[in-house]
């Protein structure tokens, strides 16, 4: 992936096109039982997803326009975003369970 340039980062429509030129095309959905990745029609678990990047973006004028642009790669290789409102009452829960788990397998330690 090329890194980002300033000016390409300026609006969540700018981030969310830069990603999609660079492969990430599944808009995957967070469910209770994983990540859907609807044109694959496959469920992934957090054990299945590796998050490559993120970016946050804040409403100038409504706290509810606070959103977060997951970049996410599955272990068979298909990459796709996860969108989700942050620090409000906008924000899905099954979202923030999700990458809260995805993060936590991240951090473990591997075994030796």
Request: charged share 30%; with cysteine.
């Amino acid at each position: 992936m090329e890194p980002f340039k300033k000016e390409e980062m300026t609006t969540m429509t700018s981030c969310m096109n830069k990603l999609y030129k660079d492969g990430y095309t599944e808009n995957f959905i967070a469910l209770e039982k994983g990540l859907e990745a609807p044109s694959a029609n496959k469920i992934y678990t957090p054990e299945n997803v590796k998050i490559v990047s993120f970016y946050r973006f804040e409403g100038e004028s409504d706290p509810g326009d606070n959103a977060i642009v997951y970049a996410i790669e599955t272990n068979d290789g298909l990459k796709g975003i996860l969108v989700d409102s942050y620090g409000g009452p906008y924000a899905n829960r099954k979202v923030s369970q999700f990458i809260t788990e995805v993060e936590d397998i991240t951090k473990k330690e591997p075994h030796t």
